[in-house]
């Protein structure tokens, strides 16, 4: 069996179109600031990865979005530690990476696609993102692991989805045990986080990203949705233990959250 074979994840449909919209005239407005955030980010080059940088640009990326942002005030690293905090949220959009940055900034693990995408696998690469490869087959699986530990005990705080796929809702799919092995072999804190995206106080799936679609039709929502947010709820660190066992425990919580 594939070690790197995942869940299907919600169809496309699973994505509703937003129930409150704005106007033409605002969604072009919203397109032109975030293409202006976004070559101002190109130009930043190398810098784009410097201290805060990543977090004012994410802030500024969700702003031109017209999407709000509530985070708690819990960091996503475990302050203290002597060595990274291992960041696991569930995965509904591809803003969850935005938001996240938002909060504090991390490098992350992606798969090797997203590498060859326009402009979001460039902002990627700066910030020192740590690519899979799935077609690797079982073999590929212990060197990630490997080079995940290695950057969990150099000191860096490093945000995996675990789900492996998208969702519509944060229970969606279940949790993978690989990452969490990293944890346990460098003796890092697991940092559970739930995100959620909500519109008129409901939950919305108007930023969800799922199944075929293609990354057009998901900014389109996005743009067109009036009084969109994106939560992100930071748990309480888990520590120790096996690797099914952290995986279980913050899958429990992150539903929870």
Partial sequence: ????????????????????????????????????????????????????????????????????LEAGPVPLSVPGADVGTLVVANHISWLDVVALLAVEPVSFVAKREVARWPVVGTFARRMGTQFIDREGGRRALPLMVGELAKSLAAGRTVLVFPQATTWCSVSGGRFRRAAFQAAVDAGAAVRPVTVGYRQGGEVSTAAAFLGDEGFGGALRRVVAARGLSVRVTAHPPLYGGDRKGLAEGAWAVVCRG
């Fill in 1 to 68: 069996m594939n070690p790197w074979a995942v869940d299907a994840g919600c169809p496309r449909s699973c994505a509703v179109a937003p129930a409150d919209r704005v106007s033409p005239a605002e969604a072009a407005r919203r397109y032109a600031g975030l293409a202006r955030v976004l070559g101002h980010s190109l130009r930043l080059g190398e810098g784009l990865a410097d201290s805060d940088t990543p977090r004012v640009q994410a802030r500024r990326v969700l702003r031109a979005l017209g999407v709000g």
